[in-house]
């Protein structure tokens, strides 16, 4: 399917970040800017995927390199 461009560090950061704007959705309910939380989505879908569309289309990746 895709090609993984993240490597475990980067997708863990990613998956943690994601769920600590995710919180915020919940944890404010009252605020104006709460739906603005739901950006988390993103880098949970990105760490668990493990594939960056933004890395893709700059040429980045963070995996090791795999030695043969």
Partial sequence: MFK?????IDRAL???????????FFLYPDAS???WSLIGLVP???GLMG???LYT??????CPVKRT
């Fill in 14 to 24: 990613r998956v943690v970040a994601g769920l600590v704007l995710l919180s915020l």
């Fill in 57 to 62: 289309v700059l040429g980045l990746s963070t």
């Fill in 51 to 53: 594939w960056c569309p």
């Fill in 44 to 46: 949970i879908a990105t």
């Fill in 33 to 35: 800017w709460r739906y």
């Fill in 4 to 8: 993984i461009n993240e490597g475990t």
